[in-house]
Every structure is written in structure tokens, then in C-alpha cells.
């Protein structure tokens, strides 16, 4: 069906009359989105955790195709948490008619990209975007999401394979720079310009890298976006989602899970702090489920132990980590006092982001006896690093326990090194044959992998 109104909705945030703001370019993922574009018949989603930018990535690639000669009209953007759209969502011939409408007034026959943005509001919406790529229009189709709905095995069956995922995290420390407009040109400027790039540290390090809280100066407004950013993440992405009833005891739950970063957990271990703080029971099939939900929103992610043995896997408590530092202190309404598990917070946040240009990588944590590395990262068949976050390795007992464990599981794994992460403690050694890599996280953030 035919809708004039619809268009004149939707008119505001496209590109056909008035330039839109697509924000400050983020170079690594565009090129990634730029080849999974270019392949046929496929579908490419952006998922991420809510307001990490999917929706200004969205925005950059039709700029870029603008850029390169497409017409305007070619472009369609879509969001489908426009508050007049909610009582359509309901029924999947919606998109019909905001396609149909689009061709009718804007484009009949040339070819489009299509923006689809939180399309997971929509029922059935994967019907119609496969009935779109099997009738082979000339179109490509682009959907954004703030769930890992987008990846569950229900989407892969109902669009039978043919969608391309790209996951969007916060900034890495690269893009915080460069949204604060602080560029590193020549290597020296490390050096010259330290003091500076440390206190931007300082600031990535507390606040996390939300680029609205990143733009933001001043530290209540910082902290107020963060707030109201975990209470939507709860609200809008879990609680109305799956028509969660006791939404108090989630949004406890989730406050507590979080405050817990960078730790072993398990169920058991969360029933006994939520009944020790909120002073009521709750079950253990309903924390694991609230657990999931967690993670599908990208709130929270938990880290296996390394093990041969699956069975163990399961077994051992996981290592949990959330997805952004501002988030952990905003939530736990004072800053952290342990700077050691917050730079392990970002050392995992940077493991994720890697998984862009190495697909095949795997994290793990690793533990025996009273040993335990951080992080053990694997690629296809083998351990290929050992990460262990140390902050402060000044302490003589601090730096020899850390050493210990990472000498045992270098040998444990037959590598040649292993690497620390510290404040700002720079140094190699050899012990018992074995190359220790001392190197600030700062500089770790802004190298290659």
C-alpha cells in the first residue's frame, strides 16, 4: 500500500532534501562494511550494544556511496523506534509499505541501498528481508540492531545463510583520540605530547567511550548519559523485549553482575550476593536466564576457562567483563578504586574489537592450581599469546607472583613469551629462558595486533 505519510516521516533523516550529520568517521569499520556490501544476495547486519553508533555507521556508508556518485534518492534510512511507527511494528506488510512508498515516490527502478535501523522492533521482519534477497531485487539491504538477536539461530535459519554480521563496540582508544581531535602523527609525539595523551587515558580509563560521553566535556553530564544509557539498555532491550515482569529485580541484578567485572562468577555466586544485598531469594534458573539476557543486549560478556575438555568449560566459574568502563562506574555510583580490574575490563574490550581483522580468535582465561593468566588468546588450533594486566608491577612480590604464572603457563602452552600490561612500567627480560614483554596499556591500545 501506498503511503504518502510514511515518506513524509521518514524525509527528515535521509539524505533526499538536506545533508545529514553522520558524525566523525570510524575508518576500520567502514572498510569492513564496504566488502560485506559488495557481497550478492546477502544482507548485512550491524549489531552492537545500544548507542555504541550503529546508527551513524549506517549513515556514513551512504554517505560514501553518495560520495561516489549514487544518487540521492537511492538511499533509504529507516528507524523503526520512530514513536509513531509503534503501532505498526506489529504487522510485517509494514515494510512492505514504506518499500513500496519508497519506490512510488522516490525511486521506481534504480538500484538502492536500504538502511533498516533497530529492525528487530518489527515482526517477522526476517520473512520480508529474505522474500527481498530471493526475488533478487535491485537492491542491498543493510539492518542494525541492539540485540544479538540478530545472530541467534532462528535468524539463520529463517534467511537461510544470507546475511553478513558486523559487530560495532564503543571507541577503541584510536577513535577516542581522535574524537577528542588528538592525533598521534610521528612516534616521538608519545613522548613529547605524554602528558596530555595520559590524561586522555585517565579520562577513556574512567568514562569508557560512548561517543556521546566522549563529546561531552563535563564530567555530571558524562555521568548522567551513562546512567540513562543502562536504564535503557534494561528497559528497551530487555525488560519490553521479553515482556520481563519483575523489572526491579532485573535492573538489580544487572547492577550487581556488573559491579562484579573483570571477576569469576557463576549462578551460585550471584544468588548469594543478590540475596545478601536486595535481602530476598531468587532462583537459579532465573539469574542464568537474566544472565542471557544480559549478554543478547550486549551488556555483559563472560569468558570461558581454557580447557581441552568441554565438560570443564562448563564447569568452572567464567571471567565477566562489561561492555564499557563509564558503564561499571556509573552503575556502581562512585569510581572504581581498582584501576587493575578496569584496565582488564579494557584489555578484554580491545581482545573483542581485534576479532575484526583476526575472525579466528578466541579468548580464554587460564587457571591451575593457584596459577591463573588474564587472558590466552587462540587461533585456529593453537595458543598464540599470553596476556596477563598488571598495573602496578613496582611491588617486588606483585611483579614475581604475576611473572610466576605467566612463566607456568608459557610452558605450559610451549611459547617463547608473554606480555604484561602495566601503567606506564616499560621493560624486557629473559627468566628461565622465557622473554617477559613489559608494555603500558596505553601503548598496547594504540598498536596493531
Known amino acids: 500500500m501506498i503511503k504518502k505519510d510514511v515518506i513524509e516521516t521518514i524525509a527528515d533523516l535521509n539524505f533526499w532534501n538536506k545533508d545529514q550529520d553522520v558524525g566523525i568517521y570510524r575508518e576500520d569499520y567502514l572498510k569492513s562494511l564496504e566488502t560485506l556490501i559488495e557481497a550478492k544476495n546477502f544482507a548485512v547486519s550491524i549489531i552492537g550494544v545500544r548507542r555504541a553508533g550503529k546508527t551513524f555507521l549506517s549513515k556514513q556508508i551512504l554517505k560514501r556511496f553518495l560520495e561516489k556518485g549514487m544518487d540521492?534518492?537511492?538511499?533509504?534510512?529507516?528507524?523503526?523506534?520512530?514513536?509513531?511507527?509503534?503501532?505498526?511494528?506489529?504487522?510485517?506488510?509494514?515494510?512492505?509499505?514504506?518499500?513500496?512508498?519508497?519506490?512510488?515516490?522516490?525511486?521506481?527502478?534504480?538500484?538502492?541501498?536500504?538502511?533498516?535501523?533497530?529492525?528487530?522492533?518489527?515482526?517477522?521482519?526476517?520473512?520480508?528481508?529474505?522474500?527481498?534477497?530471493?526475488?533478487?531485487?535491485?537492491?542491498?539491504?543493510?539492518?542494525?540492531?541492539?540485540?544479538?538477536?540478530?545472530?541467534?539461530?532462528?535468524?539463520?535459519?529463517?534467511?537461510?545463510?544470507?546475511?553478513?554480521?558486523?559487530k560495532i563496540f564503543p571507541l577503541s582508544f584510536?577513535?577516542?583520540?581522535?574524537?577528542?581531535?588528538?592525533?598521534?602523527?610521528?612516534?616521538?609525539?608519545?613522548?613529547?605530547?605524554?602528558?596530555?595523551?595520559?590524561?586522555?587515558?585517565?579520562?577513556?580509563?574512567?568514562?569508557?567511550?560512548?561517543?556521546?560521553?566522549?563529546?561531552n566535556e563535563k564530567r555530571?553530564?558524562?555521568?548522567?548519559?551513562?546512567?540513562?544509557?543502562?536504564?535503557?539498555?534494561?528497559?528497551?532491550?530487555?525488560?519490553e523485549r521479553y515482556n520481563i515482569r519483575q523489572s526491579k529485580i532485573l535492573k538489580s541484578l544487572a547492577a550487581l553482575t556488573i559491579q562484579n567485572f573483570s571477576s569469576y562468577t557463576s549462578v551460585p555466586k550471584l544468588v548469594n550476593i543478590f540475596e545478601n544485598v536486595v535481602k530476598r531469594k531468587i532462583s537459579p534458573t532465573l539469574i542464568n536466564q537474566y544472565l542471557e539476557y544480559f549478554s543478547q543486549a550486549f551488556l555483559l560478556f563472560l569468558v570461558p576457562i581454557f580447557s581441552v575438555k568441554v565438560k570443564e568449560q562448563l564447569l568452572y566459574p567464567k571471567k565477566l567483563y562489561c561492555v564499557d568502563?563509564?558503564?561499571?562506574?556509573?552503575?556502581?555510583?562512585?569510581?572504581?578504586?581498582?584501576?587493575?580490574?578496569?584496565?582488564?575490563?579494557?584489555?578484554?574490550?580491545?581482545?573483542?574489537?581485534?576479532?575484526?581483522?583476526?575472525?579466528?580468535?578466541?579468548?580464554?582465561?587460564?587457571?591451575?592450581?593457584?596459577?591463573?593468566?588474564?587472558?590466552?588468546?587462540?587461533?585456529?588450533?593453537?595458543?598464540?599469546?599470553?596476556?596477563?594486566?598488571c598495573w602496578n608491577v613496582t611491588e617486588r612480590k606483585t611483579k614475581e607472583r604475576e611473572v610466576n604464572n605467566l612463566l607456568t603457563a608459557i610452558n605450559e602452552f610451549k611459547l617463547k613469551e608473554g606480555l604484561i600490561l602495566t601503567e606506564d612500567f616499560e621493560h624486557e627480560e629473559k627468566v628461565n629462558g622465557k622473554r617477559i614483554i613489559y608494555m603500558p596499556l596505553w601503548k598496547w591500545l594504540l598498536s596493531d595486533y
Not at 518499500?99 to 526476517?126: C, G, H, M, P
Not at 610521528?186 to 579520562?203: G, I, N, S
Open 72 to 166: 540521492k534518492e537511492q538511499t533509504l534510512y529507516v528507524n523503526f523506534e520512530e514513536p509513531s511507527f509503534r503501532p505498526y511494528l506489529s504487522d510485517v506488510e509494514f515494510l512492505n509499505d514504506i518499500y513500496e512508498s519508497y519506490r512510488y515516490f522516490l525511486n521506481e527502478k534504480e538500484r538502492a541501498i536500504l538502511v533498516l535501523d533497530e529492525v528487530q522492533n518489527v515482526e517477522n521482519w526476517e520473512s520480508w528481508v529474505r522474500i527481498m534477497l530471493e526475488r533478487r531485487e535491485n537492491i542491498k539491504i543493510i539492518l542494525t540492531g541492539s540485540s544479538s538477536k540478530l545472530l541467534s539461530k532462528e535468524l539463520a535459519t529463517k534467511l537461510t545463510g544470507r546475511t553478513l554480521t558486523l
Open 325 to 389: 568502563n563509564g558503564l561499571i562506574n556509573a552503575v556502581s555510583f562512585k569510581f572504581s578504586e581498582d584501576l587493575g580490574k578496569l584496565a582488564e575490563n579494557l584489555v578484554f574490550l580491545d581482545l573483542l574489537r581485534k576479532q575484526l581483522i583476526k575472525p579466528e580468535l578466541e579468548v580464554y582465561y587460564w587457571k591451575k592450581s593457584d596459577k591463573e593468566v588474564d587472558f590466552v588468546l587462540k587461533e585456529g588450533l593453537n595458543v598464540k599469546k599470553l596476556i596477563q594486566v
Open 220 to 239: 555530571e553530564i558524562k555521568t548522567k548519559i551513562l546512567k540513562e544509557l543502562f536504564d535503557s539498555v534494561i528497559t528497551r532491550d530487555i525488560v
Open 174 to 215: 584510536k577513535e577516542f583520540l581522535k574524537f577528542k581531535n588528538f592525533e598521534i602523527e610521528k612516534k616521538h609525539q608519545t613522548v613529547t605530547r605524554k602528558k596530555d595523551l595520559m590524561k586522555l587515558f585517565r579520562e577513556y580509563l574512567e568514562f569508557g567511550s560512548f561517543p556521546e560521553v566522549v563529546l
